[in-house]
């Protein structure tokens, strides 16, 4: 199955996603309970969007724009 299909893109204007966690997001993923959040979250919204995506078979990412703000992409697979 490959992950070429549809995407559905959600973007914001704020000061996007903090380096630290990006760095997290490409590498092991996002963690339960670890936000980049400087005001200490506690957030599962990431982890728990991340599995349900592999469960799909879809690919998810995380980036930042060029012009600021954080952009997430669903990629679902073609089959």
């Known amino acids: 199955m490959e992950v ?3 995407a559905v893109r ?7 996603f903090p380096a630290d966690l990006l760095a997290v997001l490409h590498t092991s993923g996002p963690q339960r309970f670890r936000t980049g959040s400087r ?6 919204g990431l982890t728990i969007a ?3 995506a592999r469960l ?3 690919r998810l990412t995380f980036r930042n ?7 997430t992409e669903l990629r ?3 089959d």
Do not use: I, Y
């Not at 959600?10 to 996007?16: C, L, S, T, Y």
């Not at 005001?39 to 599962?44: A, I, K, P, R, V």
């Not at 724009?65 to 952009?71: F, H, L, N, T, V």
């Open 10 to 16: 959600v973007r914001d204007h704020g000061p996007g």
């Open 76 to 78: 679902l697979p073609t």
């Open 4 to 6: 070429d299909g549809p």
């Open 65 to 71: 724009r060029p012009e600021g703000g954080a952009e």
């Open 50 to 52: 991340t599995g349900q």
């Open 56 to 58: 799909l078979g879809a």
């Open 39 to 44: 005001t200490g979250g506690t957030g599962l």
